[in-house]
């Protein structure tokens, strides 16, 4: 989990499954969780509910996993128009609740995508209305949604026992899983850049260090580039180059680890990796890697803190520009605030702080349980 220290695996990366239940890999990860919650963050706005008919547009989406193994996870959306919050925005319209565990969304084409990884389905609704269009199912451990045109997206899964990785092709028109296309352990984040489709291999419950690269006119794994220990996030620059956060690899008893993460670039003209940044803790895991809206400024948690790295720099920075960690962490396209997500003590409502550009606190608000991933609309 994300800590003062990290010395716990990424929760939404390292939950353990065995005979179809939900273990943890470690308990006291939630005490250093708890510890690292700053004393003067602001008291969050009182959560609110939401009633059938709501317009959701023109805001911010959270996603909130729910109460770990057997709680429902929810939506959330905050309005940048009004401020006000709404909770739960699916089970509200639609009567019926996601599942467990909400990993992740996207919309694509007026769709919302909702990753319910541990139920093993995609839940499909309106982008506004949040009116149910479906689901779509036939998934174990899916972990993320991208659209590749206007009838054919792809879903990342962990696969059975979580570690056969692989891409699930999903019809949109019949919200139908197609076919499969076979990649490195633990399909993770996702970038469409032309026609090629960049894959990051998490490791699932086990390690790799690569990421797969798609051709989408055939739909096969046509290159395979080494980064570092456990790749998951990974974004494109101004200058069209990708930055790949490598979160590193524990010792078989998490106490150090045995290769430390690693933030590397990779040039897409020639699919080779042009650089790459070691970090010195054995520690600490970075996470949660975005970048701004003018694709010059990327950020990243790291040791208990949110660190910053231009696009064209050569080496890592030793400053932090916010010093506390969050569970999930995203970077508002229109406004570049930052949004950092507390999960308290994983059990109960957790909250986003908000930032502004310059990184100073503006306010925070109530959310649903362990909230993880945002979406912005």
């Known amino acids: 989990m994300k800590s003062m220290k990290n010395k716990a695996l990424n929760f939404k990366n390292t939950i353990l499954f065995k005979s179809n239940q939900l273990f943890f890999l470690s308990t006291f990860a939630i005490a250093i969780m708890f510890s690292s919650c700053k004393k003067d963050d602001p008291e969050p706005e009182p959560a609110v509910g939401t009633t059938p008919g709501t317009s959701f547009d023109n805001g911010i989406f959270v996603t909130n996993e729910g109460s770990f193994g057997t709680g429902t996870g929810t939506i959330s959306f905050y309005s940048r128009s009004s401020g006000s919050v709404s909770n739960d925005i699916f089970e509200a319209k639609n009567g019926y609740p996601l599942g467990n565990i909400v990993q992740s969304m996207e919309i694509y084409n007026g769709k919302a995508y909702v990753i319910v990884n541990n139920s093993g389905k995609v839940e499909v609704a309106d982008g506004t209305s949040f009116a149910s269009a479906g689901a779509i199912i036939g998934f174990t451990y899916p972990r993320y949604f991208l659209g590749i045109n206007n009838t054919k997206g792809y879903v990342s899964e962990w696969g059975v026992g979580g570690v056969l990785g692989a891409i699930k092709i999903i019809n949109l028109t019949t919200n139908t899983v197609t076919g499969t296309i076979p990649t490195g352990k633990g399909a993770e984040a996702m970038l469409l850049a032309g026609t090629k489709v960049y894959v990051t291999c998490s490791g699932g419950f086990d390690n790799d260090s690569t990421v797969n690269v798609i051709n989408t006119l055939t739909n096969t794994a046509e290159i ?15 200058d069209g180059k990708l930055w790949v956060l490598c979160s590193g690899q524990w010792d078989p008893t998490y106490t150090f680890l045995m290769k430390p993460g690693k933030l590397v670039r990779i040039d897409t003209a020639t699919n080779t990796v042009d650089l790459s940044l070691p970090f010195a803790s054995t520690t600490s895991q970075p996470s949660n890697l975005v970048i701004n809206n003018s694709l010059t400024s990327l950020y990243y948690s790291y040791d208990g803190a949110v660190y910053t790295h231009g696009y064209n720099a050569s080496g890592l920075s030793s400053s932090a520009i916010i010093n506390r960690s969050f569970y999930g962490f995203g970077i508002d396209p229109v ?12 059990s109960s409502n957790g909250k986003v702080i908000r930032y502004n550009a310059s990184a100073t606190v503006v306010d925070s608000f109530a959310v649903g349980v362990i ?3 945002f979406f912005f609309k």
Not at 335 to 346: E, H, K, M, P
């Open 371 to 373: 909230p993880g991933n």
């Open 335 to 346: 406004n570049d605030y930052f949004y950092g997500s507390d999960a308290v003590d994983f």
């Open 224 to 238: 395979t580039i080494n980064v570092g220990a456990n790749p998951k996030s990974i974004k494109m620059d101004v």
